[in-house]
């Protein structure tokens, strides 16, 4: 086979692969790339942001050693090698000077938005946030809504447009809380209260998951988020209010913390608003 059909047979691939990637990106939606809140739409301008600072990089890169590869083949008799670029102070300021810019206007974004998008940054004012209260168990999420007074097995519904204050524990391995359409992930831990504010800016319901594996049931550690108007959060809270099964730390000890696969959506009228604090604190040392 000779080189030209090679070089042919080569671009012929790389354009296939090229058009299979837009075709996928077309035709399935990718979410974190189509956020339905303040976060992570700041997250996904940030990911878009940074992706084409460094492929203003990567692309003439990619050019150049192609057309280098191709000039300079073993049969192209007519291309000369003319080493003498040492000091060709514009060749030096392109490739130094270029990569600089770009490193510092990166460090300038990372810093920015390490603070601007920090999980623990709270959204809104004190008395607009609604409090959730989340526990990661094998292999379910609890959900807690001490102001409420209502829990609720695999099933969060918050009311559109209004600020969410996560506290996050685990009362298992070492998990992730992560909905990728609202925005980024944070670790759950045993013993440990993490943070994190979010707010759905449309209706509509989204898909929550654990981003850390934590044993055989975790691929069923799904759940889904539904935001609503206020209205029909409202009397979703009134429904749960009336459900009639009640949850206290002893049947939380008895029933929940077992392991359980694929758990369905539970609801419960929370006995004890200290439920969160009294998981916590069974990892703390008491002194007598």
Not at 25 to 51: A, C, N, W
Not at 76 to 90: F, G, L, T, V
Not at 154 to 176: H, Q, R, W, Y
């Amino acid at each position: 086979m000779s080189t030209k059909i090679k070089v042919v047979l080569l671009s012929l691939l790389c354009i296939m692969l090229l058009a299979l990637s837009a075709f996928y990106f077309m035709s399935h939606e990718t979410v974190v790339l189509y956020p339905q809140g303040m976060v992570g739409v700041k997250e996904r301008d940030l990911i878009v942001t940074v992706s084409i600072l460094m492929l203003i990089v990567v692309i003439p890169v990619f050019i150049l050693m192609l057309f280098f590869a191709w000039k300079y083949r073993e049969n192209n008799d007519k291309a000369r090698h003319e080493p003498d670029w040492e000091h060709n102070h514009i060749a030096e300021m392109c490739w130094w000077g270029v990569p600089l810019v770009i490193i510092v206007i990166l460090a300038i974004l990372c810093w920015q938005s390490s603070h601007e998008l920090s999980p623990f940054k709270p959204i809104g004012k004190e008395g607009e946030r609604l409090k959730v209260q989340v526990v990661a168990l094998d292999w379910k999420w609890l959900f807690i809504y001490p102001e409420e007074g209502i829990a609720v097995i695999n099933l969060l519904t918050i009311p559109e447009n209004v600020p969410i204050e996560f506290e996050i524990t685990a009362d298992a391995p070492m998990n992730s809380f992560w909905i990728p359409a609202l925005g980024g992930q944070i670790y759950a831990m045993p013993g440990m209260r993490s943070k994190l504010y979010l707010i759905a800016n449309k209706q509509g319901t989204f898909r929550g998951a654990s981003a850390n594996i934590s044993g055989k049931g975790f691929s069923g550690m799904n759940f889904n988020t539904v935001a609503t108007s206020k209205e029909e959060y409202q009397n979703w809270v009134r429904i749960v209010q009336s459900s009639g099964r009640g949850l206290s730390f002893s049947d939380y000890q008895n029933e929940l913390v077992k392991p359980s696969s694929y758990a369905p959506v539970q609801l419960f009228s929370l006995q004890d608003r200290e439920l969160f604090e009294r998981i916590i604190d069974q990892y703390m040392a008491h002194t007598k």
